[in-house]
Every structure is written in structure tokens, then in C-alpha cells.
């Protein structure tokens, strides 16, 4: 490591697999190393410092500039981002790691701060201050949709102990978050999962009230809902009713998801009812995502159950649970088949009917 820095001669691009290969090393190690006194952290942090203010990657004005894009590379700064985070777990009072950090935060290359912006949830433990104070500088001058992405990762995270300072930062995204998309529509999905974690999990009244506009307007935030209504289902298992801690939150995803098949049922019964002649391209595409969060419901309640092919090797659900788990989750089904009852009712499709009979 020391030699690299007195190579002389050697033409860049050399220079750089060598730097790449020593700070990749060096953030793999990181991820290991609890001993902040230790000789080996010694030399992760001074390596990882060092390629904290490295060139590689070359900034690339054009490329950089697409905010909607993300341009992946190696490069000594991409390591740092993701290293210096891992040793800040473990060693508290080291300003010279968090200026670094700030640092990598503000960098002109979108990957770098994507990889920041997914790691920095590790500094909650001892720089909690610190890293609430980034999230916002980054929510408040980022646009690059990849690096906000990451940055509700590090969200969901902070809000476990810092939730006022996680949901003012999201407030922040949500203009982003909810305006048009790019083709994958990843930041959307997960602001909206997020969304209905703090909702449900948090009763956060933010989250609540964003919730509740998803649900009322099921037209104009089909997908958003889509999204909402996996998040809330992924809390609807055995194991969760089980349980006497999550018990409750369980409950109330299965009532915030009844809420979803209705919004979505009725939308999409709205749609039906046009002449086939006035239902626009943009039109079909809103039906199709309102008619997968009736279809997964049943999907997910099935293979949540322990039912699937896939899971007969998986730990088994007991017959005890799967009772009480059927008793819990018998509302919604109920559901699902009132608003596909009648003339005005939303057919279920051959597949959504498969699993609902498997089920059963």
C-alpha cells in the first residue's frame, strides 16, 4: 500500500487496477475488523482515507449530469464510500472518518455518493448527529434519482431511533419521489414502501397522511400503491400473529391492505365501464397495476402460508399457526371475493383464482 504511493513512472492506468485492487481490499476487511486498536484497522482506515481523496473516478461531465442514470465503475472513492461507513461502526470520536465522509457525500461522481448514501446508516451508532446532518445535505442538493434511492435505505434505518429527522428528510424527497418516473420507477417504489412501514410500524403521522392520499386517489398513484401494498403484506405472516409483538402491527397491515383492494377494485371498476374506444394506452397501464395488488394479495397469502413448490425444503409452517394465520387473513380474502361479486364486480383473472383455490 505504501509503495503505491511512490510508483513513479507507471502509466495511470496501472496505477488505477493497483489502487482499485488495494481499496477493494481494504473495504472488505473493513466489514471484519471490531478492534479499533488493532494494527489491521490502523491500516483500513489509513488506506481507505487515502483513497477517500483519490481521483479514480475521473468525473465525466455528461455522464454525471443524467440524473436519471447511473454510470458504475471501480475507483478508490467508490471503496471508500462503502469502507469508511463500516469502520465508523466501530470506532467512535474519529472526526477525520466523518469529514471524509461529508466529503464522499458531496462528490461529483454519482456513484460515489450512491454508495455512501446506502452505508451511511452506519454511523447512527456513535455519529447519530452527524449522519442526520448529511442525510439532509443529500436530500437537499441531490437530484441523481440512484443516489436518493440509496438514500431511503439509510432512512429506514435512521427512523428506528431518529424518526422526526428521517420523515422531514423524506418530506424533502417526496416531490422527486412521487413526480414522473424513469422506466424502472425504483425511487417511487421505495418512498412508498417506506411510506407504509412508518404508517404501520410507526403509526408516524407524516407517513399516515401520505398513505392515506395513495388510498383516496388509487388512479393517479397506481403503482405508488402497487408498491405500498407489498410493503404492507410483507408484515402478514404466521410468524407475525404469532408473535405478541407484532401481532398488532400485522393487524393493522391486514386492515391497510382491505383499504388497498378496495381502492384498487374501485378504480378499476370505474375503467371497465368505459367504451374500450376511450381507454387510452396510459389508461391500460394504470388498470394492469391496480389489478396486481388484488392478484398479489392472494399470491402472497398463499405462499406466506408455506404452500408454494419452491417451499417444501423451507422450515415448515405448524398447523397451529397456519389455523391461526388463516383466521387473521380470512377478512381480506373476503374481501378480494366482494369485489369481484356482481355485475360491477372486478373478474379475477385465472391465476389470482389458482392460488386463492390452493389456498383454500
Known amino acids: 500500500w505504501r509503495a503505491l504511493s511512490n510508483l513513479g513512472g507507471t502509466d495511470k492506468r496501472t496505477q488505477y487496477r493497483l489502487w482499485d485492487a488495494v481499496a477493494e481490499c481494504a473495504r472488505t476487511l473493513a466489514r471484519g475488523l471490531e478492534d479499533s486498536t488493532s494494527r489491521e484497522f490502523g491500516i483500513c482506515r489509513s488506506v481507505l482515507l487515502q483513497c477517500a481523496a483519490h481521483e479514480s473516478p475521473v468525473p465525466d461531465e455528461q455522464r454525471d449530469s443524467d440524473d436519471s442514470r447511473m454510470s458504475w465503475s471501480m475507483g478508490p472513492r467508490n471503496y471508500a464510500s462503502e469502507g469508511i461507513p463500516w469502520l465508523a461502526v466501530w470506532k467512535p470520536d474519529d472526526r477525520e472518518l466523518i469529514e471524509a465522509v461529508r466529503s464522499l457525500a458531496a462528490d461529483p461522481v454519482p456513484s460515489v455518493r450512491c454508495f455512501l448514501a446506502d452505508h451511511l446508516f452506519r454511523l ?95 388512479g393517479l398513484y397506481a403503482d405508488a400503491l402497487s408498491s405500498a401494498r407489498a410493503e404492507a403484506q410483507s408484515m402478514i405472516t404466521p410468524d407475525a400473529f404469532a408473535s405478541d409483538d407484532s401481532r398488532a402491527t400485522a393487524a393493522g397491515a391486514v386492515e391497510w391492505v382491505i383499504r388497498a383492494v378496495d381502492a384498487a377494485a374501485g378504480e378499476l371498476a370505474s375503467l371497465l365501464r368505459l367504451p374500450a374506444t376511450e381507454v387510452a394506452e396510459e389508461m391500460q397501464t394504470r388498470g394492469k397495476a391496480l389489478y396486481t395488488i388484488i392478484d398479489e394479495v392472494v399470491a402472497r397469502v398463499y405462499f406466506s402460508a408455506g404452500l408454494g413448490e419452491t417451499q417444501k425444503n423451507d422450515e415448515k409452517v405448524s398447523h397451529a399457526d397456519r389455523a391461526r394465520f388463516y383466521a387473521s387473513v380470512r377478512p381480506l380474502l373476503d374481501r378480494v371475493l366482494d369485489v369481484s361479486e356482481g355485475g360491477n364486480g372486478v373478474p379475477l383473472l385465472a391465476p389470482t383464482a389458482h392460488h386463492f383455490m390452493e389456498f383454500l
Not at 439532509?136 to 434511492?149: A, P
Not at 425504483?186 to 392515506?212: C, P, Q, S, Y
Open 124 to 218: 447512527v451508532r456513535h455519529y447519530a448527529t452527524d449522519c442526520c446532518e448529511i442525510a439532509t445535505s443529500i436530500s437537499v442538493r441531490e437530484r441523481n434519482r440512484h443516489v436518493l434511492e440509496s438514500l431511503c435505505h439509510t432512512l429506514r434505518w435512521l427512523a428506528d431511533g431518529h424518526e422526526q429527522e428521517a420523515c422531514s428528510i423524506l418530506s424533502r424527497l417526496r416531490t422527486i419521489a412521487e413526480g414522473p418516473q424513469t422506466e424502472d420507477g425504483h425511487l417511487r417504489d421505495r418512498f412508498a414502501m417506506l411510506a407504509v412501514w412508518l404508517a404501520l410500524e410507526k403509526r408516524n403521522a407524516w407517513a399516515i397522511g401520505v398513505t392515506d392520499l395513495y388510498l383516496s386517489q388509487p
